[in-house]
């Protein structure tokens, strides 16, 4: 490819894809809009597919070093009143691929943005796309810059999030589909007693902690939102409080802390059912531009580092550049699809509002809750 890749969107998507690119040796250019490439500083953790995907692309080291690397894959299940429901042990890959590594999502970002200076990927801040021209899938395509530059490129990569310019210059307007929930979340010190990831199971709400270094864990929960309402920033922290209030256990002492709104960072949940094609002639999507799922199985950014390193290798000595990215798209639909449909029921199974119900959810999670992660990891499992 003598005019290389552009890729529009520097998240863990397109940052992972620039590195796996230059790693073989094809020449790729980033733009990210944000003239302050800095993400929000919440928690994410990141299950063992992901972190294979990272290893492939010779960061996890460096993911392991920054991070919380959780001793055995626990999850610890509390009631609201911080009762044992279950403990469930997570998979690891091997001797070298940990079952979950838990890390403030900056901390990820510093580990890729090295990375892609490392390899010599060109990035461009503070920039967008203006007008694209690829009308002849046997030619390179041409691009506009916001600042009037021009750029032309063998193959454009659409990573540019939910709300995704280049899926709406390929297939039009597409609207995110609204879940109905919301997630909250809050950092703080971590106690030296949590040392596991801890998922708090309520009425019609859940709140989980995850250490995300050794000094530090990442507090998040889900609420039902009907009707998308809005919460002025300023009122995060008092909601976020009432909204947990019934919990107890180890999340009792964290929540009072929260008392200044920019301690907590909330959104809504919207996912992305684009169904295929996700690409046209030179031009493809990947990550939350294709497919972006709710946060409750904790694999958007495991299905973005998978869709990275699959495409790199994929385009490795390609010579029919729109063959390679049907046939990615193909690859990778029902995968991810499994996951947005296997994260939804979680959603759900963990927003009953009914006391009794929930009793009998707990009941069942006592008797199933491991056979469930076996059965979901046995698929993330297949190749990608």
């Known amino acids: 490819m003598k005019n290389g890749v552009v890729i529009v969107g520097g998240g863990i998507a397109g940052s992972a894809l620039s590195i796996a690119l230059a790693r073989r040796g094809i020449k790729t250019t980033l733009i990210e809009r944000e003239a302050r490439w800095t993400p929000l500083s919440s928690g994410l953790f990141i299950y063992c597919n992901g972190l294979q995907a990272l290893d492939r692309l010779g960061v996890l080291d460096d993911i392991r070093q920054s991070g919380w690397v959780s001793p055995d894959g626990g999850n610890l299940y509390l009631t609201a009143d911080g009762e044992k429901i279950t403990r469930t042990i997570y998979p690891q890959i091997g001797d070298t691929i940990p079952a979950i590594v838990g890390m403030r999502r900056v901390e990820l970002h510093r580990v890729l943005a090295s990375a892609l200076e490392r390899q010599g990927v060109t990035v461009r801040l503070g920039v967008t796309v ?142 992305v059912h684009l169904p295929l094609p996700w690409s046209r002639g030179r031009v493809v999507l990947i990550g939350d531009a294709a497919h972006s799922s709710s946060p409750f199985m904790g694999q958007g950014g495991a299905m973005a580092l998978e869709d990275a390193v699959l495409l790199a290798e994929m385009l490795d000595g390609a010579t029919d550049i729109p063959a390679v990215l049907t046939a990615f798209g193909t690859r990778r639909f029902e995968r991810c699809k499994f996951v947005q449909d296997a994260s939804r029921r979680v959603g759900e199974a963990g927003a009953i509002e009914d006391a009794e119900a929930t009793i009998h959810r707990n009941k069942r999670m006592q008797a199933s809750a491991q056979q469930d992660v076996d059965t979901f990891y046995a698929r993330i499992a297949e190749p990608i």
Do not use: N
Request: proline letters at 7%; glycine letters at 8%.
């Open 130 to 271: 203006t007008a694209i021209d690829d009308k002849d899938p046997a030619r390179p395509v041409s691009l506009t810059l916001s600042d009037g530059s021009t750029l032309t490129c063998d193959l454009l990569v659409g990573a540019d999030g939910i709300r995704s310019q280049i899926r709406t210059h390929l297939f039009g307007a597409l609207e995110p589909t609204y879940t109905g929930f919301g997630v909250w979340r809050s950092t703080h010190k971590k106690p030296a007693s949590i040392d596991e990831k801890i998922m708090l199971m309520g009425v019609g709400t859940r709140l989980g902690i995850m250490p995300i270094s050794r000094d530090e864990l990442y507090m998040f929960g889900t609420t039902r939102e009907p009707g998308k309402p809005y919460y002025p920033r300023d009122t995060w922290a008092k909601e976020m409080r009432a909204k947990f209030a019934a919990f107890k256990g180890p999340t009792e002492a964290l929540l009072a802390e929260i008392t200044q709104p920019e301690q907590v960072f909330y959104t809504s949940v919207e996912e």
